[in-house]
């Protein structure tokens, strides 16, 4: 397909039963959308737009560019910075979840990643590491006046909690223009534009947590998105005691007794990821959590 940065593999799109499918690398992740027409033109149309518009987001949007507004953010934000429309309603967006969520969900905890490693090993940080970086913590200290930001020396903005969410979202928005029926899957996070042809419900896997990766259960899903937390991939594991990568801002510590996984069902795939993400950080209490805030969900254990 036209439109691949140098360096990544192109998209391969291949005919699955009455769907094209079009699967690409992006964001550290593997993407899929599920086409179902029968015209192959139209499908690699879709499918281009579809990918140009994850690139483009994953290329705004990411820590690890300094070029990126994240990067022009943490690197330029000390003395104010103003930041484009669409920029701008992120940053509302987690500055709204941050209040919500009374301060669970915090763009600016990306910092903690200079003392956890989530690499599969027994290697927990010392907790007086984790304490030191606690000041440089919490959007309440961040300047927010639309469209300027400015950071607190030494403090810094994460998207990578929204990002992905937000990237399904808005490829789902761009691949539904065609007006077929579309999945669009990003590392397990999805959304559909509606039932498939006949109002029949797309079907729709939960990994399991085992090493294997099987299927723990088969879902329908005819409209909406799905998005899961877990600590499948990203853990330690120290003395018997498993630490998922979802950690607390308030505390810099993973919540204790958190589900190994859980998915949450939404109308857009940003509120199901933020959903799910809260659910584990409430550790004990996540099926109590979903319960009361009326989501259809699943935890593992």
């Known amino acids: 397909m036209a439109g691949t940065p140098a360096g990544a593999a192109p998209a391969r799109i291949t ?3 009455a769907d094209y499918h079009i699967a690409f690398q992006a964001m550290a992740t593997p993407c899929e959308l599920r086409i179902e027409t029968d015209n ?26 300094a070029d990126s507004v994240v990067g022009k953010i943490n690197f330029g934000a000390h003395q104010g910075l103003v930041v484009d429309a669409e920029t701008a309603s992120l940053l509302d967006y987690a500055g709204q979840c941050y209040e919500l969520s009374g301060g669970l969900f915090d763009i600016t905890s990306g910092v903690l990643r200079r ?22 913590i919490g959007w309440s200290k961040v300047s927010w006046r639309p469209p300027e930001l400015t950071l607190p020396p030494g403090m810094e903005i994460d998207l990578g909690g929204i990002a992905k969410e937000y990237a399904v979202d808005r490829v789902l928005e761009e691949a539904a223009l065609a007006g ?27 990994e399991s947590v085992a090493a294997s990766g099987a299927m723990a259960a088969m879902l329908e899903l005819s409209q909406g998105a799905l998005a899961t937390s877990g600590d499948a991939r990203r853990f330690l594991l120290r003395d018997g005691e498993r630490y998922g990568h979802i950690l ?24 199901a990821g933020l959903t799910a993400t809260l659910a584990m950080l409430q550790g004990a209490d996540a099926e109590v959590f979903l319960k009361d805030e009326g989501f259809r969900a699943w935890c593992i254990r």
């Open 15 to 17: 005919r699955l039963g």
């Open 180 to 206: 077929l029926p579309v999945l669009v899957n990003f590392g397990g996070d999805l959304r559909v534009s509606g039932p498939r042809a006949g109002g029949v419900a797309w079907n729709v896997a939960i």
């Open 40 to 65: 192959a033109e139209l499908a690699e149309r879709v499918g281009a737009a579809a990918e140009r518009e994850a690139r483009r987001i994953e290329q705004k949007f990411s820590r690890y560019r």
């Open 248 to 271: 607390d801002p308030r505390t810099g510590w993973p919540a204790r007794n958190a589900p190994r996984s859980v998915t949450v069902a939404a109308a857009t795939c940003v509120e």
């Open 115 to 136: 003392v956890w490693r989530f690499d599969g090993s027994d290697k927990i940080p010392n907790p007086k590491k984790v304490r030191e970086l606690l000041p440089l």
